[in-house]
């Protein structure tokens, strides 16, 4: 079955540390990969993708991505946490296939940045 | 507005009614998705539709539900006989293409009592 795994509930990070969300997926194939953001009371926010090329990808707020195939680990990263980055990020794949184009969502990492 | 827009965004029901769920998605996305948020979880997905046709609709639980795109640009999800496991957030998201970026919804919050 194909799936994507966030192994962390909620991560803890003090403002101007770096931080890191971690990512696995299970899927056939070689998927596009997604990191979303999801703040209160808002919708679910793109902020980057990898689709090929760079294994590092950048995106906004300052994000980025690193893709690892042999992994299939695709954990988002950011240098410098920002309290304002506190909200819940979702990992989604989307499987290359002619027949679907549904994005399938981990179940979500709350982030927590602390002053 | 320039975003995809969800009416209404928040629906209180009882068991047994029937309930429509609208979806409007930014302007010239031709497609557009449709996916269920409960507590605590990810979006799972629904149905997605590629101008007025359903091009997967294997996200569907139960034949309760149903939605509908008649003209390619706003959808209505419907739920009949709702039960009170259908709560959730209802997530709709619109691209402008087959596998380009969905853009989401704030999302329709769905209770049934």
């Known amino acids: 079955a194909q799936s994507v795994a966030q192994p962390e509930d909620q991560v803890n990070v003090a403002e101007g540390n770096p931080l890191t969300v971690k990512c696995t997926y299970s899927v056939s194939g070689n998927p596009y990969l997604f990191w979303y953001v999801q703040y209160p009371n808002r919708g679910l926010q793109f902020l980057l993708k990898?689709?090929?090329?760079?294994?590092l990808v950048k995106g906004s707020y300052g994000f980025e991505a690193e893709f690892n195939k042999s992994q299939t680990s695709f954990h988002l990263k950011k240098p410098s946490a920002l309290v304002s980055d506190s909200a819940l990020y979702f990992c989604a794949v989307r499987p290359r296939s002619y027949n679907t184009d549904k994005l399938i969502f981990g179940t979500g990492t709350r982030l927590q940045v602390f002053p | 507005g320039a975003g995809v827009s969800q009416t209404p965004s928040n629906k209180v029901t009882e068991k047994g009614k029937y309930v429509e769920l609208r979806c409007d998605p930014i302007s010239g996305h031709t497609a557009l998705y449709w996916y269920r948020q409960s507590l605590g979880q990810g979006p799972e997905f629904l149905i997605y539709f590629q101008g007025t046709g359903a091009a997967d609709d294997s996200g569907l639980p139960n034949d309760r539900f149903f939605a509908v795109r008649p003209e390619g640009s706003v959808s209505t999800l419907k739920i009949q006989r709702t039960e009170r496991g259908d709560s959730a957030v209802y997530l709709c998201a619109s691209s402008l293409m087959v596998e380009g970026e969905q853009f989401f919804g704030p999302g329709t919050r769905l209770t049934v009592l």
């Open positions: 990898y689709i090929t090329g760079d294994n």
